[in-house]
């Protein structure tokens, strides 16, 4: 008997061993639809009631928008910007120390209206350069959007009504790819309504939504002032600073219907690095807020940080290593399951990903998106991916790899005009 022959019944056992954690928090994810269903209920309730909301305040509105190497889209974000239909508002927008011309355009687009501030710093990172313009906001409420954004008419309002009660402290809006010109920014529109919509409506409802998206997010100014501004020293602050609004016991919501669209990765680099980068900026948080992690003095804030442990960081090693034993075991001839049983379990998940894709995108409006279906079968693949870039992530945490504000070079590809997404919620 060979060596390999041998490693067989451990191939097997291993298979089991860390199988079925994945398939019991896979199960567990289902949730997502029925606490979904729900908040699109309670939403419409509110609607239909004409609950009140911050909007009826009319506050005025600071939009900061920082930017790094944007000439190819920085125009697009202000033009659209300047369409909204609120009329309380500024927009400070913020060069980081770009090496291209993209602090002569926003020069140039803040001299068209008075309403438009340019400020400039030497090349700090992007959350030295929100800092700035916070520094200079006057806004009651700061909104932070990413320089390849396009708010449709109606964003800033839609931003302003998810403050539903005083204890609301920060708003998520829904940033959707804008740039449809290429399989993968396809696809990643395809799975954007399940893995953004879908899982912030759930977790808006069961108060555990951990991130304020740097794409588009506003927050209170005065919780702002009481538990600071954004930290410069990670690649994660959108989501760290999230995390420090949970622990003030404010509220983080998602408004849907908030929408802007901006660029995806349109290269299997460019993805890797965006991911990466994601990764690293959770577990950059995590290691800043380990206190929070399983805490129950954070009441189910604190349990759901380590629900988000397991399933983020864990799981997807977890589901790398089953792959990689699986592949071993088919090598030698070994299917574990037998194959009827593989192809049933691949068939119901890619059943299972359907049915919640179709009852995401019925709660998004976006029906045009149906047509993207065919990326379905992709699906899994990304997952795969997406447990590697976590690997890479903490291989490069562990080293101690700096970390910087690495994002795609932007292409100005528009596949949305701001007046057909005003035209989706």
């Not at 001839?333 to 593989?342: E, I, K, S, V, Y």
């Not at 998940?349 to 029906?367: E, P």
């Not at 590697?388 to 949305?416: C, D, H, P, Y």
């Amino acid at each position: 008997m060979s060596w390999f022959d041998s490693a067989v019944p451990g191939a097997q056992l291993v298979l089991m061993v860390l199988g079925l954690p994945i398939l019991i928090f896979g199960l567990i994810k289902l949730l997502v639809l029925p606490l979904a269903l729900w908040f699109e209920a309670r939403a419409w309730k509110g609607r239909r009631t004409q609950a009140p909301t911050l909007l009826g305040e009319r506050p005025f509105v600071s939009i900061i928008v920082p930017g790094y190497n944007e000439s190819a889209v920085i125009a697009n974000c202000v033009e659209a910007i300047a369409l909204t239909r609120y009329d309380r508002y500024e927009v400070l927008l913020i060069d980081d120390g770009s090496t291209d011309d993209t602090a002569a355009l926003m020069a140039g687009l803040a001299r068209r209206d008075p309403r438009f501030h340019f400020y400039s710093q030497t090349n700090a990172g992007k959350g030295a350069a929100l800092n700035l313009g916070i520094r200079h906001a006057s806004g009651d409420v700061l909104m932070f959007v990413d320089a390849d954004g396009i708010f449709s008419d109606r964003t800033v309002e839609q931003m302003l009504e998810g403050f539903r009660d005083e204890r609301t402290g920060a708003v998520c809006g829904d940033d959707r790819p804008v740039n449809l010109n290429r399989v993968q920014t396809r696809m990643l529109a395809f799975i954007s309504h399940v893995g953004t919509g879908m899982v912030r409506r759930a977790l808006t409802l069961i108060g555990c939504l951990p991130i304020v998206s740097g794409n588009i997010g506003a927050f209170r100014a005065s919780v702002m002032a009481e538990i600071g501004v954004f930290r410069e020293d990670t690649v994660g602050e959108d989501l760290e600073l999230t995390w420090r609004v949970q622990k003030a016991r404010y509220k983080v919501a998602f408004a849907p219907r908030a929408l802007v669209y901006a660029e995806s990765p349109s290269t299997i680099g460019g993805l890797w690095r965006q991911r990466t980068r994601w990764a690293r900026g959770l577990l950059q948080t995590m290691r800043i807020h380990k206190g929070m992690i399983g805490n129950p003095r954070y009441g189910r804030f604190g349990f759901y940080l380590l629900f988000n442990t397991l399933t983020m960081v864990i799981l997807p090693v977890l589901q790398v290593a089953v792959l990689l034993d699986l592949a071993f075991l088919l090598a030698m001839g070994r299917t574990p399951f037998g194959q009827d049983a593989l192809a049933v379990l691949g068939w119901f998940g890619l059943g299972v990903t359907l049915v919640l894709s179709v009852f995401a995108i019925a709660m998004n409006r976006a029906w045009r998106d149906l047509c993207h279906v065919w990326a379905l079968p992709l699906i899994p693949f990304y997952s795969v991916f997406a447990g590697f870039t976590m690997i890479a992530a903490l291989l490069q945490e562990a080293k101690g790899s700096e970390a910087k504000w690495n994002k795609g070079t932007r292409s100005g590809v528009v596949s949305v005009t701001a007046a057909r997404a005003d035209a989706l919620p």
